[in-house]
């Protein structure tokens, strides 16, 4: 078996701020995600990576960076945080056309 | 517009009895997933379903399969209080020949004693 840990468990940051979340993955897997989830809208794809050094955009990748330094790590950085927002990002990890699994997750919020 | 979604959008039962969440999907698939997440936790994998198969299952859990009318149900036989959590059916867009899930918005189930 394996885990996925993510840092911080919580996050709260003031506006227009810079914010880095980070994710580890003990699977040995080569594909690694990051997931928003809102309330009421279900999760949607912001990054994701096939190899050390690669970066794919999903559906939701405007405002956000991110960077795959090593097979075993995945960082999302908010670029520009935005007032009043609310969410839980996702770290996830899979084998080429298998189970992804998550991490718990990172809960946001900017004041 | 959702690619994946879920009906109903709540359920409540009582333990001991048999449940059913519907999954409706918008594109080619070359599977679907179901996913349990509950509170406080990432979502985990329950089922995953190929295109070419019409049912699994995986103890109480049985999961159906209808390309032609693009629609999955997930089954829950003899619930438990633990079986309390959303419910997320997921597709798999084979982009590349990776894994990009697509999830619906959820079905919440609450089991009551």
């Known amino acids: 078996g394996g885990i996925i840990t993510q840092t911080p468990k919580f996050l709260i940051g003031q506006e227009g701020q810079k914010l880095t979340l980070k994710c580890q993955q003990n699977f040995n897997h080569d594909t690694m995600y990051w997931y928003r989830q809102d309330s009421g809208k279900g999760l949607r794809l912001i990054y994701y990576s096939i190899t050390e050094n690669d970066l794919q955009k999903g559906d939701l990748s405007e405002g956000y960076d991110a960077s795959r330094e090593k097979k075993s790590s995945f960082s999302l950085t908010v670029t520009s945080a935005q007032k009043n927002e609310m969410a839980v990002f996702l770290c996830?990890?899979?084998?080429?056309?298998?189970?992804?699994?998550f991490g718990k997750g990172t809960r946001l919020t900017v004041v | 517009s959702q690619l994946a979604e879920e009906n109903p959008w709540a359920l409540s039962v009582h333990e001991g009895e048999s449940v059913t969440v519907n999954c409706s999907y918008k594109t080619s698939i070359t599977a679907l997933q179901w996913y349990r997440q509950k509170s406080g936790e990432g979502p985990a994998q329950l089922i995953l379903?190929?295109?070419?198969?019409r049912e699994k299952r995986n103890g109480r859990l049985r999961a159906t399969l209808d390309t032609s009318s693009q629609s999955s149900s997930l089954s829950i036989t003899a619930t438990r209080c633990e079986d309390t959590a959303v419910y997320f059916c997921?597709?798999?867009?084979?982009?590349?020949?990776?894994?990009?899930?697509?999830f619906g918005k959820g079905t919440v189930l609450l089991v009551s004693p």
């Open positions: 379903i190929r295109s070419n198969e």
């Open positions: 997921a597709t798999d867009r084979h982009d590349s020949g990776y894994n990009k899930l697509t």
């Open positions: 996830a990890s899979s084998r080429q056309g298998t189970e992804v699994f």
